[in-house]
Antibody, heavy 121, light 112 residues
Framework: EVQLVESGGGLVKPGGSLRLSCAAS????????MNWVRQAPGKGLEWVSS????????YYADSVKGRFTISRDNAKNSLYLQMNSLRAEDTAVYYC??????????????WGQGTLVTVSS | QSVLTQPPSVSAAPGQKVTISCSGS????????VSWYQQLPGTAPKLLIY???KRPSGIPDRFSGSKSGTSATLGITGLQTGDEADYYC?????????????FGGGTKLTVL
């Protein structure tokens, strides 16, 4: 069974940092692009970042560029999101999602259960 | 304001058919594949349609997708109360130098 499990969310003060992790299982992790998508409370989906299978291609939303860093460890079947200079507007559930085998995503499937990040003083 | 425009809400009776539109531009829908996602209350999104009109295994054929020019449509027939959810369209947008993914604002489906 293909499974994605996020961890690392929590409460952090504005300006602080947090590192999210996503553990993948049930598929050949190193063959797929991976992605982070977030959803603020009561709001819609917002794409955050994507990374290709070999980390050669990385993309960020303008809202997080320069503050967030996506990375992956294919040996550990894991995806990461380092979040620095956090703002209140970064408060959201962060989902990890598998993309296709192309350098950039054509779809997201499956999605993890999400991890909540709350930025508040 | 989302790059992709969806109606905020749609409704229909059980057993009926509903369509949800997703309008974009040549930099996104016009030149890239569209996918659709269903988000039931309190759960993570699920892929319903990919590559404009393909269904992943396990998705019933009551769900269909189409694309024409810079717009895409999700169709749901034989509506069930269990279909009440938020639905999102998404695609790649090539308007910026590096490109980025965009979602529609979401459409809340109510099955009356």
């Amino acid at each position: 069974e293909v499974q994605l499990v996020e961890s690392g969310g929590g409460l952090v003060k504005p300006g602080g940092s947090l590192r999210l992790s996503c553990a993948a299982s049930g598929f050949t992790f190193s063959s797929y692009s991976m992605n982070w998508v977030r959803q603020a409370p009561g709001k819609g989906l917002e794409w955050v970042s994507s990374i290709s299978s070999s980390s050669s291609y990385i993309y960020y939303a303008d809202s997080v560029k320069g503050r967030f860093t996506i990375s992956r460890d294919n040996a550990k079947n894991s995806l990461y999101l380092q979040m620095n200079s956090l703002r209140a507007e970064d408060t959201a559930v962060y989902y990890c999602a598998r993309g296709g085998v192309a350098a950039r995503p054509n779809w997201f499937d499956p999605w993890g259960q999400g991890t909540l990040v709350t930025v508040s003083s | 304001q989302s790059v992709l425009t969806q109606p905020p809400s749609v409704s229909a009776a059980p057993g009926q058919k509903v369509t949800i539109s997703c309008s974009g531009s040549s930099s996104n829908i016009g030149n890239n594949y569209v996918s659709w996602y269903q988000q039931l209350p309190g759960t993570a999104p699920k892929l319903l349609i990919y590559d404009n009109n393909k269904r992943p295994s396990g998705i019933p054929d009551r769900f269909s997708g189409s694309k024409s020019g810079t717009s895409a449509t999700l169709g749901i027939t034989g509506l069930q109360t269990g279909d009440e959810a938020d639905y999102y369209c998404g695609t790649w947008d090539s308007s910026l130098s590096a490109g980025h993914w965009v979602f529609g604002g979401g459409t809340k489906l109510t099955v009356l």
